[in-house]
C-alpha cells in the first residue's frame, strides 16, 4: 500500500492519538514540517530547528542555535539575528528553567542547545503550543 505525501498513518494508545501524534498534527496545524528520527522527532520551522525525545526518564524539547566561529564562515550578519530572535522568542514563550548544552563538534559552528525537559508528555505538548503560537508571529 502507498501513501501520498499528505497521507499518514494514526498510532494509537488504548484507543486516543499517542503523545507523538498529537504532537504532530499540533506541528501540522500551525503549517510547519515535523520529521519522524527514531523514537525523536524534529520540527522544522522556516529557518529554526526543535526536537523532541527522551533523555534518560524525561521527554525534552532542544532548540538549536548555530553560531559561527569566525566571519570566515559565510553567513550574514543579519540572517544570524533573525534566526537567534527568532529561536530565543520561541523558546522564551514558556517558562524555564533551561539548560544550555554547547556543542563545538563542528568546524564551521559552533551549537548552543537550549533544553529544557518534562516528567509528562501533556506539559510539554502545552509547551509546544506556546512556541508555535510565538514562531507563528
Not at 21 to 48: L, P, T
Not at 81 to 90: F, L, S
Request: charged share 25%; glycine share 10%.
Amino acid at each position: 500500500m502507498e501513501f501520498g505525501d499528505d497521507e499518514y498513518i494514526d498510532v494509537h494508545e488504548g484507543g486516543e492519538l499517542s503523545w507523538m501524534q498529537r504532537i504532530s498534527n499540533m506541528v501540522k496545524s500551525y503549517n510547519h514540517r515535523i520529521e519522524a528520527h527514531g523514537d525523536a522527532a524534529r520540527i522544522v520551522a522556516g529557518g529554526s530547528v526543535f526536537d523532541i525525545g527522551p533523555m534518560g526518564n524525561k521527554i525534552c524539547i532542544q532548540a538549536h542555535l548555530e553560531l559561527p566561529i569566525g566571519s570566515e564562515t559565510g553567513i550574514q550578519i543579519d540572517e544570524l539575528i533573525e534566526r537567534v530572535g527568532k529561536v530565543y522568542r520561541a523558546m522564551y514563550a514558556i517558562k524555564g528553567p533551561f539548560n544550555y548544552v554547547l556543542d563545538d563538534s563542528l568546524s564551521e559552528l559552533g551549537l548552543v542547545h537550549i533544553v529544557k525537559c518534562y516528567e509528562k508528555p501533556g506539559d510539554l505538548e502545552k509547551d509546544l503550543e506556546e512556541i508555535l503560537k510565538s514562531l507563528s508571529l
